[in-house]
């Protein structure tokens, strides 16, 4: 792992609140920086320009006074000034300096060659006495070279500087103190609804059943938003497994009979010997029940997988070719019974999707033939964008007390389950309109039964 890579790994191992309030201190302290930075910059400016107008009114007048070799005028209070000449010795001086060397050799040197120097004495920090702040330049008088030297005290500037520095560190401290502090308090606060949300999903393990996050309708944040994702993902996750409790209770329920059946089935045939004839008799009953349960089976398993499909695939098809296919394995049968089925589908296309409505449609045309009398008609037609296919026939009806029930797994007519039929046919006709986005309604006419579905095509 690269040197870099490790504070970054573990930054990223800390709470979200830690890291989020490092941030804050972190981005505080370069802006509180900065900001001091330019404060103290700027007053250091200011100060200097003063102190460096001083120094130089002071010079000028020290220069005239030894060109005319006049008595030298007394400076700003705290100033010193220094005659020399051009081997360094001092000829005149401030009573504070006589016996101090404001220059060096080589800045002696380098005054009489005809150049200025400039120089501090002494430091900000930490604290030295007689901080000076000197200028020094050649000036001619009767015929010789001396080097003049002004100086002032800088204890005044350099005391503001340092008030500046301590008063800029405290106020930066405190600023530091109160942006991380109320960082935390705002980052504990947004991520308070997380945590909320996070103790409330996780009561999904202890079996908790039709849990809802208490999210606030009147906010539209990015929170708010993700605890509409959670109760989402929640309402998925129960309706999950809300059909697969139902597939079990559907299996159990339903499995039993046939079971049971094949087991007394069996149970016969050895209870005694049997002959030929009547062990093939029972082979057939127990292929029945056999068939039965792969049916069943089947048709709970396209139940879930319809279910537990969030999107259908919808493709264009042909609705007299769709109508064609679904009615074709049909056909037969109706003839078989001597009954009419009548096939009367618009010249048009459609976007549905076909694995699905092919076999809902065999199972409304199958249940018409099964239970039913007379001419089964289906009839499709397409309005408006949406496609309504009809099945009718000319039997009795449903009893009136089933139809509020007609589209309940395993709901049937009679009240026998070893009777023809698993009661799944048309709660699979139901699931396959709620995944188009449609309906389906059955109901009694004058003259039979009539169940329409109604789909957005």
């Known amino acids: 792992m690269s040197p870099l890579?490790?504070?970054?790994?573990?930054?990223?191992?800390?709470?979200?609140?830690?890291?989020?309030?490092?941030?804050?201190?972190?981005?505080?302290?370069?802006?509180?920086?900065?900001?001091?930075?330019?404060?103290?910059?700027?007053?250091?400016?200011?100060?200097?320009?003063?102190?460096?107008?001083?120094?130089?009114?002071?010079?000028?007048?020290?220069?005239?006074?030894?060109?005319a070799g006049t008595a030298l005028p007394p400076g700003p209070s705290g100033s010193h000034y220094q005659v020399l000449d051009t081997r360094g010795h001092v000829l005149k001086s401030s009573h504070a300096v006589r016996h101090r060397a404001l220059l060096t050799a080589a800045e002696v040197r380098s005054a009489a060659h005809g150049h200025a120097v400039r120089r501090d004495i002494g430091a900000l920090l930490p604290i030295t006495p007689d901080t000076l702040r000197l200028h020094a330049k050649r000036v001619r008088a009767g015929g010789r070279t001396r080097i003049v030297v002004a100086a002032v005290q800088r204890g005044h500037r350099d005391e503001a500087l340092r008030e500046l520095l301590a008063q800029l560190a405290i106020a930066s401290g405190l600023t530091l103190l109160a942006a991380s502090y109320v960082g935390y308090r705002t980052a504990r606060a947004a991520l308070r609804p997380v945590e909320r949300y996070r103790s409330g999903a996780a009561t999904l393990a202890d079996g908790t059943h039709h849990l809802r996050l208490d999210v606030p309708t009147d906010r539209d944040d990015e929170i708010t938003r993700l605890g509409h994702t959670l109760n989402r993902m929640l309402d998925r996750l129960e309706a999950s497994a809300a059909r697969e409790r139902r597939f079990v209770a559907d299996a159990s329920h339903e499995l039993r009979t046939p079971l049971s059946l094949l087991r007394a089935e069996v149970d016969v045939a050895l209870h005694r010997p049997r002959s030929a004839g009547e062990l093939t008799e029972t082979l057939r009953s127990v292929d029945a029940e056999v068939q039965r349960l792969i049916d069943l089976s089947n048709a709970l398993l396209d139940l879930e997988e319809l279910g537990g499909t969030d999107h259908i695939t919808r493709a264009p098809v042909g609705l007299a070719d769709l109508v064609g296919t679904a009615v074709a394995p049909h056909v037969r049968t109706a003839e078989r019974a001597g009954r009419a089925l009548t096939v009367d589908a618009a010249d048009t296309t459609v976007a549905v999707d076909a694995r699905w409505l092919v076999p809902a449609i065999g199972n409304l045309v199958d249940n018409a033939l099964r239970h039913g009398r007379g001419t089964v008609r289906l009839t499709a037609a397409v309005r408006d964008g949406r496609l309504r296919l009809d099945v009718t026939d000319e039997g009795p009806g449903f009893p009136p007390e089933f139809l509020p029930r007609a589209f309940d797994r395993f709901a049937r007519a009679e009240a026998s389950r070893t009777g023809e039929g698993s009661g799944l046919g048309l709660a699979f006709v139901q699931a396959v309109a709620t995944a188009h986005g449609g309906t389906v309604r059955a109901e009694n006419t004058g003259r039979g039964t009539e169940v329409a579905l109604d789909l957005p095509c």
């Open 5 to 67: 890579a490790r504070p970054s790994a573990w930054f990223g191992r800390l709470p979200v609140v830690t890291r989020l309030v490092l941030a804050v201190a972190v981005t505080m302290s370069l802006v509180l920086t900065g900001t001091a930075g330019l404060v103290y910059w700027r007053v250091q400016a200011a100060l200097d320009r003063q102190l460096h107008d001083d120094l130089t009114a002071y010079q000028h007048g020290l220069d005239r006074a030894v060109r």
